[in-house]
């Protein structure tokens, strides 16, 4: 950067927003300021002295600079300067990596990994574990789109040691949600014969920790970014997001925000998430900019242009590594959808509530927080009516919290939900307690998932007899460990509930469960992926069966949510070019097994869950 005189003649520094920089001319620069505003995209002139770009839209365009006329009076921020040296040095690495004509800059070799992470480091590594160790070492930073389960919390830490022993690196900031804290926990002690000092973020932290872990939902605290910004530039640090597509919104969302914003505090940023572009090409837009601000976004956006997603894949390989599931040897998952037929009444319940919010949703094309609420209505309804009349709980996640439906009186919906029998059980919950039943019978566990806590409620009092185990959001962690553990290890205890948005990442069922059920899914492709490997994972034998059943009331959203996430798993799987992904799109249909439950076996079953309740 240049050097600076006692009098700048312009100023950059961060702005007010995390992602935008400032940029403040001396006396008598004010017109070339304005001038120099006609170079950025994203201008916005605060004041006849002032400036404000987005720092991507400066990063790519810092040869604007040099039409300044007093270059040797400029002065940056520093963190910023650094940024800016950094974004020049990864513009010619990713140009390099994607110019196919180019010589490749030297490459760490797979087999050298072990002499990189030295005698301190005692785990055992698979072969793709060493070679995306290798390759992430060859980049300046890191994208690990590795599926889910094979084992990328060792590979990041394989590549922080090798950082740490050869580039200076002291410090590792570990960004996931609060499901990954035993993962990294566990495998720091499994790897290191000196583990890591590492805490997990608090004010009792101690600030001289090799490692600090927080949670997406920890940053978004008053002051917890500037704290931990402080921390990584304090000393030499990587920033690593695990689960990274949790800031897929990138500065438009609260998490993508905050991560943008300790991005330039470190010196190192490394991202892992099997699940990149969830719904679609604007997700990896914003994991490549933080990754490479200034240039990852606009490769990404050149790449996809032309809408062939195997070429784009193959033109974007270079920038980040993925194991696939066939490369970790698994055995074959059977994924089946079961159209679930309603019961005429709920069929109605149903029919009567689109009629209701079709008219709404015709002019809230752009309201998507009403429509989000038409939404979670609509996957209540084809559930279980009954969810209608009591709404969620504060236990779900924010954009899944709706009040009670409010109904006006002699509105044929209102007759509707007062002539609900008490004892029209939801189909879906016949399914489950049949599926349950049958795979309890052959010693078998099942993971059942569910978006609604009232169903995960409902669901534990009808599964009694198989001992269930129940983790949601707000639980304690406390509580949390002990369900999740109870689950693993007490052989009466054959059922799990929970939510994707609770425990659908970071954690790892497999050794203990081989059987999974979705009462309902969300438009969330990533979700459902991620949730899938919580027992499809790096370690299963050769002989392990593994079956996944989604449920779907026939002529329901359901079936709506289905066609869309296929779209998106179809997009995903072209990114990366992985064909497993792509073969989840199409799920085979498979009939109900729950229909031996007559309406008397109904009529009794609901009215011991009415004097349980009582």
């Known amino acids: 950067m240049p050097e600076q005189s006692s009098a700048p003649s312009l100023e950059?520094?961060?702005?007010?927003?995390?992602?935008?920089?400032?940029?403040?001319?001396?006396?008598?620069?004010?017109?070339?300021?304005?001038?120099?505003?006609?170079?950025?995209?994203?201008?916005?002139?605060?004041?006849?002295?002032?400036?404000?770009?987005?720092?991507?839209?400066?990063?790519?365009?810092?040869?604007?600079?040099?039409?300044?006329?007093?270059?040797k009076s400029v002065a940056w921020d520093p963190q910023l300067a650094a940024l800016a040296r950094d974004s020049a040095a990864?513009?010619?690495?990713?140009?390099?990596?994607?110019?196919?004509?180019?010589?490749?800059?030297?490459?760490?070799?797979?087999?050298?990994?072990?002499?990189?992470?030295?005698?301190?480091?005692?785990?055992?590594?698979?072969?793709?574990?060493?070679?995306?160790?290798?390759?992430?070492?060859?980049?300046?930073?890191?994208?690990?789109?590795?599926?889910?389960?094979?084992?990328?919390?060792?590979?990041?830490?394989?590549?922080?040691?090798?950082?740490?022993?050869?580039?200076?690196?002291?410090?590792?900031?570990?960004?996931g949600p609060k499901s990954c804290y035993e993962s990294w926990k566990y495998e720091n002690?499994?790897?290191?014969?000196?583990?890591?000092?590492?805490?997990?973020?608090?004010?009792?932290?101690?600030?001289?920790?090799?490692?600090?872990?927080?949670?997406?939902?920890?940053?978004?605290?008053?002051?917890?970014?500037?704290?931990?910004?402080?921390?990584?530039?304090?000393?030499?640090?990587?920033?690593?997001?695990?689960?990274?597509?949790?800031?897929?919104?990138?500065?438009?969302g609260t998490d993508g925000a905050a991560c943008l914003a300790l991005g330039p505090r470190s010196r190192h940023r490394l991202i892992l998430t099997g699940t990149p572009a969830p719904n679609g090409v604007k997700d990896l837009e914003n994991l490549f900019g933080f990754v490479w601000p200034g240039h990852g976004r606009q490769k990404v956006i050149q790449a996809v242009a032309g809408g062939d997603l195997t070429q784009a894949s193959q033109v974007l390989r270079p920038l980040f590594t993925r194991t696939t599931k066939a490369e970790l040897g698994l055995p074959p998952v059977s994924t089946y959808l079961t159209p679930v037929p309603m019961p005429p009444l709920h069929q109605e319940v149903y029919e009567a509530l689109v009629g209701r919010f079709s008219a709404r949703a015709a002019g809230s094309e752009s309201d998507f927080l009403a429509l989000g609420?038409?939404?979670?209505?609509?996957?209540?309804?084809?559930?279980?009516?009954?969810?209608?009349?009591?709404?969620?709980?504060?236990h779900e996640p924010l954009s899944y919290q709706v009040p009670p439906l409010s109904v006006p009186e002699g509105t044929p919906l209102f007759e509707l939900m007062r002539d609900l029998p008490s004892y029209e059980m939801s189909p879906k919950y016949r399914e489950v307690l049949a599926i349950v039943g049958q795979n309890a019978a052959q010693g078998r566990k099942t993971l059942v998932w569910s978006t609604f806590v009232r169903s995960l409620n409902t669901l534990e009092r009808m599964l009694s007899e198989f001992s269930p185990a129940l983790v949601y959001g707000a639980m304690p962690d406390a509580d949390r460990e002990a369900a999740i553990k109870r689950f693993r290890h007490d052989p009466d205890c054959m059922v799990l509930l929970s939510n994707p948005g609770t425990l659908g990442e970071g954690i790892s069922l497999h050794h203990h469960c081989h059987d999974a059920i979705y009462v309902d899914r969300d438009f969330a492709a990533g979700r459902f992926l991620q949730s899938l490997d919580r027992i499809h994972r790096l370690g299963l034998s050769p002989e392990t069966e593994t079956r996944v059943t989604v449920l779907a009331s026939e002529g329901t959203i359901d079936e709506v949510v289905d066609q869309r996430l296929s779209d998106k798993l179809k997009f995903m799987g072209g990114i990366l070019d992985d064909p497993a992904v792509q073969q989840l799109a199409d799920l085979e249909e498979e009939p109900a097994v729950g229909g031996g439950l007559d309406r008397r076996d109904l009529q009794a079953l609901m009215g011991h869950l009415r004097a349980r309740a009582a």
């Open 373 to 394: 609420k038409v939404i979670v209505y609509m996957l209540m309804a084809a559930t279980s009516p009954a969810l209608l009349a009591v709404g969620t709980t504060r």
């Open 90 to 175: 990864d513009a010619q690495t990713v140009a390099k990596r994607l110019d196919r004509a180019a010589a490749p800059d030297e490459e760490v070799d797979p087999d050298e990994v072990g002499d990189l992470l030295g005698t301190g480091w005692v785990a055992d590594l698979t072969e793709f574990q060493r070679r995306d160790i290798a390759k992430l070492l060859s980049l300046r930073h890191g994208a690990n789109f590795s599926v889910p389960g094979a084992g990328k919390t060792r590979v990041g830490l394989g590549v922080f040691q090798a950082l740490r022993r050869s580039s200076g690196i002291e410090r590792l900031l570990i960004v």
């Open 189 to 252: 002690q499994k790897c290191l014969t000196e583990p890591l000092s590492m805490e997990v973020f608090s004010k009792d932290a101690d600030p001289a920790a090799d490692a600090l872990i927080v949670n997406y939902e920890r940053l978004r605290q008053d002051g917890v970014v500037n704290a931990l910004g402080q921390w990584l530039a304090a000393r030499p640090s990587t920033l690593l997001l695990d689960e990274a597509h949790r800031m897929k919104r990138g500065a438009d």
């Open 12 to 71: 950059i520094c961060f702005g007010d927003g995390v992602t935008r920089a400032r940029l403040r001319a001396g006396a008598d620069f004010e017109s070339e300021l304005r001038r120099l505003a006609l170079r950025f995209q994203s201008s916005v002139q605060r004041s006849q002295g002032t400036l404000e770009v987005e720092i991507d839209d400066l990063l790519t365009n810092l040869v604007a600079l040099a039409t300044w006329p007093e270059p």
